[in-house]
């Protein structure tokens, strides 16, 4: 049989790479890096944390089992530190995002690569990460990574697929060339825009599945939470510009599965925790790290409504989180509502809300 697997030749390049937060997330990269034989400039802005990782090669308070391996230099400076990187991963939460490019406009290198492994939205004009990049630094060339990409499993070489999205194929092909090893495989994916959309409105339906776990809801709910939140989440993003097919990808079902069953997604514990009664504010004091979806929800609520798209999910989640709706009431509403079209993209829906 003949062997249609082309294998990667490994490039064996070396390069300086900037990892922005440490918190989770930004420690499993620096991980792959590290493993992969890069330096990494591991920025956070706690100076005691990055003294511990220096002497201990472990971030205890994020990731307490797991020792880095590897050049990884954990450092404050950011200045110092961009100013050092070819490649530039931004891993710290959807609010903070902007004000720490902007502070640090002027450090940025001309020919540095940038890439935003944020899943979230900003508050203000609905900006995704990619469009403060343009906006903030757009002489560099950025893209964005998103996908199913539980950083509790990345760190413990469980083999995970992510993409990377950039309109520049040499952004493309330096990320894969940068991550991809023999757990992590990096795809590739032009559609920015969804590919990010995507990875944030995910977070909504984590809660949702969380939730209904918390329920004892079964594989049948389930199922239709995560489908009826694919066509949601995907009639939203093609009303903005996204590309259909990008929902079929990881980065949009993909990564709606890991987060809609896993218990290590912080937006399906938040679910969990309300749905077994905890107030939302109890709940992500308890989590002590970040959950973008209760942010993103708020404001996928409020553009879908201005924009008039149906988002009965979204709507009823809002419901229960902000307004302290009943979730029995909720569900009902929505198991009562007009039966509709399955893939609207086939069989259009009936317009009735
Ligand atoms: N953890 C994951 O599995 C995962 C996977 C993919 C993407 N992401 C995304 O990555 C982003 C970061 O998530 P995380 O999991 O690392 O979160 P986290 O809560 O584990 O850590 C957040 C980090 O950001 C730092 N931070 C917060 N505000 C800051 C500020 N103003 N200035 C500087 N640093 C600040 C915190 O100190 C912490 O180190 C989120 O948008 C998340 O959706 C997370
Ligand atoms: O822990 P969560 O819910 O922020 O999800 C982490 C990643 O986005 C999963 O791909």
């Not at 469009?131 to 996908?147: A, D, H, K, T, Y």
């Not at 959309?197 to 209904?212: D, E, P, Q």
């Not at 594989?219 to 993003?237: Q, V």
Request: hydrophobic share 40%; charged share 25%.
């Amino acid at each position: 049989m003949p062997d249609n697997t082309e294998s990667r030749t490994d490039g064996a390049t070396a390069y300086d790479v900037a990892v922005v937060g440490g918190g989770s997330f930004g420690t499993a990269m620096a991980k792959v890096l590290g493993e992969n034989g890069h330096r990494v400039h591991f920025w956070m802005r706690d100076p005691a944390q990055a003294e511990e990782i220096r002497s201990t090669r472990i971030n205890k308070r994020y990731m307490p089992d797991v020792r880095l391996e590897g050049d990884i230099r954990p450092g404050t400076d950011l200045a110092d530190i961009l100013s050092k990187s070819d490649i530039v991963l931004l891993a710290v939460p959807s609010r903070a995002f902007r004000s720490i490019v902007r502070d640090h406009k002027d450090d940025f290198r001309e020919d540095q690569i940038v890439v935003s492994l944020t899943k979230g939205i900003e508050a203000d004009g609905f900006k995704l990460m990619s469009e403060i990049l343009q906006e903030e630094i757009p002489r560099c060339c950025s893209g964005v990574l998103s996908g199913p990409n539980l950083a509790a499993e990345i760190v413990n070489r469980e083999l995970t697929a992510t993409v990377i999205a950039a309109k520049d194929p040499d952004v493309r092909h330096k990320v894969q060339a940068l991550l991809g090893c023999e757990y992590f495989r990096v795809y590739a994916n032009v559609d920015v825009y969804g590919v990010e959309l995507a990875g944030a409105l995910k977070n909504i339906y984590a809660i949702v599945a969380g939730l209904g776990a918390a329920l004892n809801m079964g594989e049948n709910a389930r199922a239709m939470l995560i489908t009826r939140g694919l066509a949601e989440m995907s009639r939203f993003a093609v009303s903005l510009g996204a590309n259909p097919m990008t929902f079929m990808g990881l980065a949009g079902v993909g990564d709606l599965i890991a987060t809609c069953t896993s218990s290590k997604s912080r937006n399906y514990r938040i679910g969990f925790a309300i749905g077994k009664g905890q107030q939302l504010e109890e709940a992500v004091k308890e989590l002590g790290q970040v959950a973008e979806g209760i942010y993103t929800l708020k404001l996928v609520r409020e553009k879908s409504e201005a924009i008039g798209i149906y988002m009965p999910l979204v709507r009823g989640l809002y419901e229960i989180l902000y307004e302290g709706a009943s979730i029995n009431a909720v569900i009902n509403s929505l198991m009562m509502a007009v039966q509709n079209s399955d893939v609207e993209f086939i069989l259009p829906r009936t317009i009735s809300q």
